[in-house]
Every structure is written in structure tokens, then in C-alpha cells.
């Protein structure tokens, strides 16, 4: 593993069982996200996108191979280290945004930094810094019905950089936008990882994904070429 | 923050939160009311005769307490008897006896300014049995009525009332006259009851009960236990039943027992009608959240910290219900009590719902108790489930 590394995947399956089946939704991948690094995912529904994401996340771990966060092996840790790791080190943008419907938009920019018992001022200040740089210093008191749906995924995107994270991991963030909410987000993305953040976004959008520094295509739970 | 949401979304429905809140209020109400009259009527009862000052009570044997029919025969020499048993100071024997009162100067008993009632032949020193409200304790050829008495017969103090003796047979005499020296409350005397009180010796004259007593109390000496003084009163004579105040209050409490096993019924019920309330709603919440807790747990929040949010929606709804349900029972208490009040064969100053703190306080614990485990059993459930596979239940 070189020093830049965030993560690594070495040979990982992840199987699931659904009754007597068993289902695998990953085989042997393999693969490294650098520090600086803006990865898109590709492949079809059902490919094991979603799945080499909380893989890459500790949001699950694999079956058989080795995922490596940060150099620490995810599947010695516990459920609850692993939640901990997450709220530190990674940040989670979702395709249904996810955003606490009774919550102003700087409140669920807190949310992450108040789960990790940051005080009230600092988290106030950090949220807010975050949804500026964002582009919605002036929608901090909005409650997310008052909000676009690209302004949404925005605040999602605040949320999960607030804890400046060592990695963020975006699940089809621009499946529930228009075309040009998703350019905008993409270029969100963009100057991000300018500044140094570290993505990885799983995506159908073909656009979006040319927009990345380089690309992998995940194709019935493996990587194509 | 998810705790700030669940319940601010309290507000956001209205109708439900209103309709949840009146189930728990109600709930709240009916088991607080309910251990109030379970353990009320027995404490109650218990400090109305720890309130007259004797430790023992003697009555015919065979007989029930208040059964004012049957006397004890040779109640002189009874006394002297029992005040030679070590540990008792005194015994304070009492006459009971239905007599038809008429305000003087009427021509004969009649509904108008006549009246049935119980009276009690005393010592006319001793004030256990009642307290004055007005006047003095009677002397000889003098009578303490009950304040109802007094003003159903437009009487007072220094008035001369006729008295009859009443029984079963019939009314007789009337000649009898007896002047008013005041007005009591008389502690063991239900509402309807109206009491009055005599010498010991009028009532046993008016009545041709010479010598006889219906009960007699007892007062013991300073150190001495009840118990063992009841066991020496029965050796020395057989004549008498011989009961403690603890005695009384069993025998009343094995009475009323019903009441009870009722109230335990009804507030057993009462509190799961909240729990189940509260379980349903939270169990409705907590689905409606289900991606929300994917996200949160997918981002790092901890399973307990998610919990607790959860739960306090539950927490709030049984302190705010609970709060309200404690200020109805108080209400419906009082309601109730001047229902039963009328109740037969109780003293109307015992009560059957006592209020107290402890018992107010148990009822709001154990609705806000019953309401936390019912709403955090469905948090646990929601948390406990993988977060992949709530992910991809929730997102397309």
C-alpha cells in the first residue's frame, strides 16, 4: 500500500444469502483509492456498485478478501469501531439524499459533528462554513420541503464533508436530479477534489462519470477490463 | 438530532399527536385513580382509627364491627375485669341505639321535624368517637347532635329535643326530652347516619339497657403492644371478642377486597392500553424513518445514540399524556368520591381515594416506563437490522 492510500480492496467477494440461495454480488475485486483520487463507478443496476461502495465505506464487510481502510483491516473491527471509523473518516451522500425532514438544512449539516460530540458553537460554525461552500450560505434555515431537489443533494453533500472526511462516497448522487442540478453537482464534485477530497462516486450518469479523474466499470460483481 | 425531529414532527401531525396524547392522558388517569382507590380506602380507614386514640376494641362475641343490635351484658363488671389485665390504661365502653328524634313541641314523629337516627351512649368525657364543632360534649340530660341533624331539625345549641327509642318493632316512648349541648362530626358515622351522642347512662336508661354495652374501646398503657394485650384480654374473658386496630382494618380490608382485585384489574389494563398506544405509534414512526436510520447509520451514528433519539419521541408523549392524566385523576377523584361518599356502612370520613404524592408519582413512572420500553422495543428492532439491507430497501 503506498502512503497516499485510503483505502484498498484485495480479492473481495461479498456473497449474500437470500434463502438457500446464495447470491454473490461481488468476485475477487480488487482495487486501490488514492489519496486525491475521484473514482466514478459505473455498471448496470444490480452490478455491485452500491455493494463496493460499503465496502469501500465499512459500511459492510466482505465475505472473503481483505479491504483495508486507512491501513486497518474492516473486518477485525467491530460493527460499532467500524460506525465510528465512518462518522470520522468517511462521508455518505445518498441518491434519496436521506436529510431529516423537520431539521433546517444546517441542522442536518450538524447532525454528523453532533453524533461525534462536537459543541454547539463549533458545530454551528463548522455546518455553516460547509453549506457556504456549498453554495447555500443563504438556505441554512430551510427546511429540506423549502429546498430543490439539487439544493438537497447539496446539503446531503455538506453533511457528509463536515467531518472532513478522508474519503467521501457518493451513491448515484444525481439519480433524483435534473440535468442541470447534476452538472452542478458534478462540478461541486469537481472543485472539491481540486481542494483534496477524496471521491468515489457509483453512477449510471455517463456524463457524469467522464467527469472523473478515471473510472471503473463494475459489471455482475466484477470489474470489466 | 433525530430526537429534535421525531419531535418536531409532533407538530407536523397534529390530529395524531392530539389523539395519542388524549390515549395516554386517559390511560394516565384511570391507573393513577386506580391505584389510589386500590390502596386508599384501607390507609384511609386505618388512619381514621388510629385517629380515636384506642389500640383494642371489644364487641359481642359473633358479632360484626358496627353491628349495633347485640350488646355486652355486665359491661361494669367486664370493665373491671379487662382493667386488670397489665397494659391497659382504660376501657371506654359505648352504647349504640336507633332513636327517633323530634324537634320539642311537635305532636308526634313525623317525617316533617323527626328523624331516625343512631345515637351513642358515652362517657362524657371522652371525645374519641367525635369531634365538637360547636357547644360542649354532653352532660346528663344533654345531647351532641350531628350539624346535618341540627339543621334538618332547624335546631341549636340549648334547644330541647324529644327523644324516642326505635327498633325493629316499632318506636316508643317520646316522653324523654334531652337539651342540645352542641354540635359534633362523628368519625365512624356514614353520611346518612346523622349521629348524636349521650351520657352513657341516659341512653342506657332511655333505652332499658342497663348495665350493657354495644362496644367498648380500649387505650393501653404507654409501651405496651397490642398484640399480646389481646391475648391476655381473651384469657381473662371469654365473653368478648377482642379486636386489634390492624384486626379491624384486615376484617374491613377483606370487605373491600373486591375493589382491589378491580382496581389492580384496571390499572394492569390502563397500562398496557398506553404501552400499546405508545408501541404502535412509535412502531409507525420508526417505519416511516427506516431510511433515515439506514443514512444515519451508514454515516457513523451509533446504534444507541439512534435509540435514544428514537425514543424520546416516546418519552415526550408519556410526559406530556402522563402530565395531563395526573391533573384528570385528581379530578375524577374528587368526582368520585362525592359519589361514594354515600357508600353503605362506611364512615363518611373515610375516603377511598387517597392522594398522595408517592401514589401520583408511581402512576406518571409507570406510564412514562411502560411508554419508553414500548417505543424503544421498535427503535431496537429498526437498528438492529442491517444497514445494507435497509439501504437497499430504501434506496432505488
Given at each position: ?11 473481495a ?14 468476485q475477487g ?81 450538524e ?28 438556505r ?44 452542478r ?8 477534489n ?14 457524469f ?17 | 438530532?433525530l430526537?429534535?425531529n ?81 397494659g ?7 352504647l349504640?341505639?336507633?332513636?327517633t ?17 343512631l ?6 368525657d371522652?371525645?374519641?368517637l ?27 345549641p ?72 389481646r391475648e391476655?384480654i381473651?384469657a ?8 386489634t ?21 384496571l ?12 408501541g ?37 408523549l ?7 392524566g ?25 375516603r ?22 414500548a ?8 437498528t ?11 434506496e432505488?
Open positions: 500500500m503506498s502512503r497516499g492510500t485510503v483505502v484498498v480492496v484485495r480479492d467477494t461479498r456473497e449474500y444469502r437470500q434463502g438457500p440461495t446464495v447470491v454473490r454480488a461481488l475485486i480488487s482495487v486501490a483509492v488514492e489519496q486525491g483520487d475521484f473514482l466514478a463507478v459505473t455498471g448496470p443496476s444490480g452490478s455491485g456498485k452500491s455493494t463496493l461502495l460499503h465496502l469501500l465505506g465499512g459500511v459492510d464487510v466482505a465475505t472473503a478478501g481483505e479491504v483495508r481502510f486507512l491501513g486497518r483491516n474492516l473486518a477485525e473491527m467491530t460493527v460499532e469501531a467500524r460506525a465510528a471509523l465512518r462518522l470520522r473518516e468517511v462521508g455518505l451522500v445518498f441518491q434519496r439524499f436521506h436529510l431529516l425532514p423537520m431539521l433546517t438544512a444546517l441542522e442536518n449539516v447532525l454528523p459533528l453532533a453524533a461525534a460530540r462536537v459543541r454547539r458553537g463549533e458545530r454551528r460554525e463548522r455546518a455553516a462554513a460547509v453549506l457556504e461552500r456549498v453554495g447555500l450560505a443563504d441554512l434555515r430551510h427546511r429540506p420541503s423549502e429546498l430543490s431537489g439539487g439544493q438537497l443533494q447539496r446539503v446531503a453533500i455538506a453533511r457528509a464533508l463536515v467531518n472532513q472526511p478522508a474519503l467521501v462516497l457518493a451513491d448515484e448522487p444525481t439519480g433524483e436530479l435534473d440535468r442541470a442540478s447534476s452538472r453537482v458534478l462540478g461541486l464534485f469537481r472543485d472539491l481540486a481542494t483534496g477530497t477524496t471521491l468515489v462516486v457509483a453512477t449510471h450518469d455517463l456524463e462519470a467522464e467527469g472523473a479523474r478515471r473510472r471503473i466499470e463494475v459489471v455482475d460483481g466484477r470489474i470489466e477490463g | 438530532m430526537a429534535l421525531s419531535i418536531r414532527e409532533l407538530r407536523l401531525r397534529p390530529l395524531r399527536t392530539l389523539l395519542t396524547l388524549g390515549g395516554v392522558t386517559v390511560a394516565t388517569a384511570m391507573l393513577s385513580d386506580m391505584l389510589m382507590l386500590g390502596g386508599g380506602i384501607q390507609r384511609s380507614f386505618s388512619e381514621v382509627l388510629e385517629s380515636v386514640g384506642y389500640e383494642l376494641r371489644l364487641s359481642p362475641r359473633g358479632t360484626l364491627p358496627f353491628d349495633t343490635e347485640a350488646t355486652i351484658r355486665g359491661i361494669g363488671g367486664l370493665r373491671d375485669t379487662v382493667e386488670s389485665v397489665a391497659v390504661q382504660d376501657l371506654v365502653p359505648v349504640a341505639q336507633t332513636l328524634i323530634m324537634a320539642d313541641g311537635d305532636e308526634s314523629p313525623g317525617p316533617r321535624a323527626s328523624r331516625q337516627t345515637a351513642l351512649g358515652l362517657d362524657t371522652e371525645e374519641g367525635y369531634t365538637l364543632l360547636a357547644g360542649r360534649s354532653p352532660g346528663d340530660g344533654e345531647i351532641l347532635i350531628d350539624p346535618a341533624l341540627a339543621a334538618l331539625l332547624d335546631t341549636r340549648g334547644d330541647r329535643l324529644r327523644l324516642g327509642v326505635s327498633s325493629r318493632f316499632g318506636t316508643w316512648g317520646g316522653d324523654a326530652t334531652a337539651v342540645v349541648s352542641g354540635t359534633a362530626e362523628f368519625i365512624f358515622a356514614t353520611r346518612r347516619d346523622m349521629p348524636v351522642a349521650l351520657p352513657m347512662a341516659d341512653l342506657q336508661a332511655l333505652s332499658a339497657r342497663t348495665d350493657q354495652a354495644s362496644f367498648a374501646m380500649i387505650r393501653l398503657r404507654e409501651g405496651h403492644a397490642p398484640g399480646p394485650v391476655a381473651t381473662a374473658t371469654d365473653r368478648v371478642e377482642v379486636v386496630l390492624a384486626g379491624i382494618a384486615e376484617q374491613v380490608d377483606e370487605r373491600l377486597s373486591y375493589f382491589r382485585q378491580l382496581a389492580a384489574i390499572a394492569s389494563v390502563s397500562l398496557l392500553v398506553a404501552a400499546l398506544l405508545i404502535t405509534i412509535s412502531a409507525v414512526s420508526v417505519s416511516d424513518q427506516l431510511g433515515v436510520i439506514a443514512a444515519l447509520r451508514a454515516i457513523g451514528v451509533s446504534r444507541r445514540r439512534i435509540v435514544g433519539d428514537l425514543t424520546a419521541e416516546s418519552a415526550v408519556c410526559g406530556v399524556g402522563g402530565g395531563l395526573i391533573a384528570l385523576s385528581i379530578a375524577v377523584a374528587h368526582y368520585l368520591e362525592s359519589i361514594l361518599a354515600d357508600f353503605p356502612g362506611l364512615p363518611a370520613t373515610v377511598f381515594f387517597v392522594l398522595s404524592p408517592g401514589t401520583l408519582a408511581a402512576a406518571y413512572g409507570l406510564v412514562v416506563a411502560a411508554g419508553v420500553v417505543g424503544l422495543l421498535p427503535a431496537l428492532r429498526a438492529r437490522l442491517e444497514v445494507t439491507t435497509l439501504l437497499h430497501r430504501e432505488p
